[in-house]
C-alpha cells in the first residue's frame, strides 16, 4: 500500500524530539508508521506488509535493483525501508547499513526494525559515510547511497572524495537518492561519478525533486583499450 505523501493524517505519536537543530517524530495510522525529520517525511512503513516500499522514489530504487546481490551497503537508514525490502529479496546477503545519526540508528530499532526470526540481521554502524568507506576494504555488489540534509543533499555529495571512496568498494551497482537544487548541482554529480565510478544514468522521480543515479562500474579493460 502506497504511502500518500499529499494526504496522509497521523492517529499517534510515538515520538518526539524536538531540538534546536532539528526537529524529529514517529506517528503511525492504521495503515502505516513514519519517520519526519523537520516536517519531511523521511520513510514509511506498512505496518501489515514491512516489506513493501511505499514511498514512489523508493519504488523507482525497486526497479533498478539487480537481479541479484550477495553484498550491500546502505549509506544512510532513516526508517529502515530499503534495510526491510532488501533483507526480504536476498535474506542470506551480507547487509551493511551506516548512519552517523545514534537517535535514528534507536529508532530504527525500537520502531522499525522486524522481527530477527531465523534470517540473517543487517548489521547497524553509528558512523560518518565518508569515514567508513574510506577505513573499509569490503566489497559490495550493491551500494544504496541515500544521505540526508536539512537542505536535501549534504555537501558531501557534490565533492570527489566521496566518489573516490566509493569506487573501490563498488563490485556490482550504486544508486544514489539525490535531491539536487539546481541543474548544476546534478551535473556536478553526474561528472563525478563518470570520472570516478563509471557510467551513469539519471531517472527522475514523477512530482518531486528526486533523481535516482544508477551507476555500474566501468570495465577496468575498457581503459585500457
Request: with cysteine.
Amino acid at each position: 500500500m502506497d504511502f500518500n505523501l499529499q494526504a496522509y493524517q497521523a492517529d499517534h505519536l510515538l515520538h518526539l524530539s524536538a531540538k534546536p537543530q532539528r526537529r524529529l517524530t514517529v506517528q503511525e495510522n492504521a495503515h502505516h508508521r513514519w519517520l519526519e525529520i523537520d516536517g519531511v517525511v523521511q520513510s514509511a512503513m506498512s505496518l501489515a506488509e514491512p516489506a513493501t516500499l511505499c514511498l514512489p522514489h523508493q519504488q523507482v530504487i525497486a526497479y533498478l535493483l539487480p537481479e541479484q546481490a550477495a553484498s550491500i551497503l546502505e549509506l544512510g537508514l532513516g526508517g529502515g525501508d530499503l534495510t526491510r525490502h532488501l533483507r526480504r529479496r536476498w535474506p542470506d546477503a551480507r547487509h551493511e547499513c551506516v548512519d552517523l545519526d545514534e537517535e535514528v540508528i534507536t529508532l530504527y530499532q525500537l520502531f522499525f526494525q522486524p522481527e530477527q526470526g531465523s534470517q540473517r540481521t543487517p548489521t547497524l554502524h553509528q558512523a560518518d559515510a565518508l569515514a567508513f568507506l574510506e577505513q573499509s576494504e569490503a566489497q559490495y555488489d550493491l551500494i544504496l547511497l541515500d544521505l540526508f540534509s536539512q537542505d536535501g543533499n549534504p555537501p558531501l555529495l557534490f565533492q570527489e572524495r566521496i566518489y573516490q571512496a566509493l569506487a573501490p568498494r563498488l563490485n556490482g551497482e550504486l544508486i544514489i537518492n539525490l535531491l539536487p537544487r539546481t541543474r548544476l548541482e546534478l551535473t556536478r554529480v553526474l561528472m563525478l561519478l563518470e570520472q570516478w565510478v563509471g557510467p551513469t544514468t539519471p531517472y527522475p522521480v514523477p512530482g518531486l525533486r528526486n533523481i535516482l543515479l544508477h551507476t555500474s562500474p566501468r570495465d577496468p579493460l575498457a581503459s585500457d583499450l
